[in-house]
């Protein structure tokens, strides 16, 4: 087995994506490896400012979510992570499935722990599935983690 370094947790911010940062964070512990935390804000397409509301400014709201999320980001490590774990945050724009992958490239992540939210029918037809893209994309190895069914 290679050695794991870097692993890279993409979030959503969802409890599924909790689900996967425990084991993200158990493997960053027993490999004594780093954690790379990213949040892909995805933006909102608009063809004109005729399109939306008077006085929206779809570039403020942009930048708005992005500091959010680099909010909720540090709440995360502050709350969520051991402190022996050396961990990194990015905010990135663009889709998910691409941008994690291309995160993944750029950290030169070992292993990408991402969670799966589990959809069927028409909602994945509709949505796809990112952790689905990821695995099909990365060049590193994917490991999915799914929210456990309640007893089931």
Request: a neutral charge; charged letters at 25%; one cysteine or more.
């Amino acid at each position: 087995m290679l050695p794991i370094k870097k692993i890279l947790w993409p979030t959503d911010f969802s409890e599924p994506s909790y689900e996967a940062l425990k084991t993200a964070q158990e493997l960053a512990g027993h490999f004594s490896a780093e954690l790379y935390i990213v949040h892909v804000v995805t933006p909102i397409p608009m063809l004109s400012s005729a399109t939306g509301p008077s006085g929206f400014d779809v570039g403020d709201f942009h930048e708005q979510l992005m500091d959010t999320s680099k909010e909720s980001l540090k709440d995360i490590v502050k709350d969520k992570i051991a402190k022996k774990i050396k961990t990194h945050t990015r905010v990135v724009m663009g889709r998910a499935p691409d941008e994690i992958v291309s995160t993944a490239e750029k950290v030169k992540a070992d292993l990408i722990v991402i969670s799966t939210h589990g959809e069927t029918g028409w909602r994945h037809l509709v949505f796809g599935s990112v952790a689905e893209k990821v695995v099909r994309f990365s060049s590193c190895p994917v490991l999915t983690i799914r929210k456990p069914d309640n007893g089931n």
